[in-house]
Each structure stands twice: as structure tokens, then as C-alpha cells.
């Protein structure tokens, strides 16, 4: 992922992702959705909600700093982000574990239907909060990642679709351990 990516890139890349989403989960019976596959694992459900909870929370960052502050003005040069180069394909890795900070780790109290409710609707409040967010302040706010650092407000959004990328892959593991169950 380059440093910049213009806001159309940007949501095109969630809308590719949402549909690679939704593939995956039509590709594996519902009954399937709501057990975990293992001890210490995520169901299909878990893991839709962990995405939903994650896009609420960039929503309510974007929020809060989408604005350019008072006094600034938009002719600074954009703040770089460290975090950025090569963010995309340290998140999509699956080879790397990463565990998820307790603010987005499901509670496992919902059923992927509802998860999934959950996921469209944070996901149709993050288009309108990115839209509605400074264009400026997207490139100069940032906000520290746990584990990737200083993430500019723009890096943010577009970590939400390799973040469902990531998950995407995971939900594909799920699946052909049910698969495999089955013989």
C-alpha cells in the first residue's frame, strides 16, 4: 500500500473486500457460521462481529479528529505515518498471528446474522464518515495502531479492508476445517 491512496481507491478496495467477504460466507453452510471450529477459536460469527466492533471504533475516529484542528491550515504538507509502507501486506499475513486488543475482541454473544447486521451497518458508517471527514485531516490527523503505529486518519480507513482481507482468509481456514471434519 503506497503512502497516499486517493478516497475513490479507498472505497473501492472496502467495496472489493465486502463482496470477497460475502463470496466466502455463501460458500459455507449457515449452521456453520455460529460454532467455533476449535478450542481457543473464533467462530465465523465471532469474527464478523470482531470486524464490526473495529470499523465502529475508525468511525468514531473519524469523528473525532476527521476535522482539521483550529489553526491549522491546508497547505502544511500532510504528516507522514511510519506505519504505513507495506501496511497492507503486514495485515493481510496470516502466517503472523495478532492478537486483538480487548476493545475489539468479540463478545461471542451474537449470531453471525446479527454480526453480520452489525458489520454492514459499521461499514455504512464509516463510507459516510470518511466522505464527511476533512479531505486534509484525513492525511494529517493521525492515531496510533497497536501494533502498526501512527496511522494517519486515510491509513486507517484503508486498513479496514485489509483488515477483512485478513479475516476473509481466516473465515477460509474455518471452512475447510468444517470441510475436513466431514471428510
Same mark, same amino acid.
Given at each position: 500500500?503506497?503512502?497516499?491512496?486517493?478516497?475513490?481507491?479507498?472505497?473501492?478496495?472496502?467495496?472489493?473486500?465486502?463482496?470477497?467477504?460475502?463470496?466466502?460466507?455463501?460458500?459455507?453452510?449457515?449452521?456453520?457460521?455460529? &460454532? #467455533?471450529?476449535?478450542?481457543? !477459536?473464533?467462530?465465523?460469527?465471532?469474527?464478523?462481529?470482531?470486524? /464490526?466492533?473495529?470499523?465502529?471504533?475508525?468511525? #468514531?475516529?473519524?469523528?473525532?479528529?476527521?476535522?482539521?484542528?483550529?489553526?491549522?491550515?491546508?497547505?502544511?504538507?500532510?504528516?507522514?505515518?511510519?506505519?504505513?509502507?507495506?501496511?497492507?501486506?503486514?495485515?493481510?499475513? &496470516?502466517? !503472523?498471528?495478532?492478537?486483538?486488543?480487548?476493545?475489539? &475482541?468479540?463478545?461471542?454473544?451474537?449470531?453471525?446474522?446479527?454480526?453480520?447486521?452489525?458489520?454492514?451497518?459499521? !461499514?455504512?458508517?464509516?463510507?459516510?464518515?470518511? /466522505?464527511?471527514?476533512?479531505?486534509?485531516?484525513?492525511?494529517?490527523?493521525?492515531?496510533?495502531?497497536?501494533?502498526?503505529?501512527?496511522?494517519?486518519? #486515510?491509513?486507517?480507513? /484503508?486498513?479496514?479492508?485489509?483488515?477483512?482481507?485478513?479475516?476473509?482468509?481466516?473465515? /477460509?481456514?474455518?471452512?475447510?476445517?468444517?470441510?475436513?471434519? #466431514?471428510?
Amino acid at each position: 500500500m503506497s503512502a497516499y491512496l486517493a478516497t475513490d481507491a479507498i472505497q473501492q478496495r472496502l467495496r472489493d473486500q465486502r463482496e470477497a467477504l460475502k463470496a466466502q460466507l455463501a460458500g459455507i453452510p449457515p449452521q456453520l457460521h455460529d &460454532r #467455533r471450529p476449535g478450542e481457543g !477459536r473464533w467462530s465465523i460469527a465471532e469474527v464478523l462481529e470482531h470486524l /464490526a466492533r473495529l470499523e465502529s471504533g475508525v468511525v #468514531r475516529l473519524l469523528q473525532l479528529k476527521g476535522q482539521l484542528p483550529a489553526g491549522a491550515t491546508p497547505d502544511q504538507p500532510p504528516q507522514e505515518s511510519e506505519g504505513t509502507p507495506g501496511l497492507g501486506l503486514r495485515v493481510r499475513d &496470516r502466517t !503472523r498471528p495478532i492478537e486483538a486488543p480487548e476493545r475489539v &475482541r468479540p463478545t461471542g454473544t451474537l449470531s453471525a446474522k446479527s454480526a453480520l447486521a452489525q458489520l454492514e451497518l459499521a !461499514r455504512a458508517s464509516v463510507l459516510d464518515a470518511f /466522505a464527511a471527514a476533512d479531505p486534509v485531516a484525513l492525511d494529517r490527523q493521525t492515531h496510533p495502531h497497536p501494533i502498526f503505529g501512527e496511522l494517519t486518519l #486515510r491509513s486507517w480507513v /484503508a486498513l479496514i479492508a485489509d483488515h477483512e482481507a485478513r479475516h476473509t482468509a481466516q473465515i /477460509a481456514e474455518i471452512a475447510e476445517q468444517f470441510a475436513s471434519e #466431514r471428510g
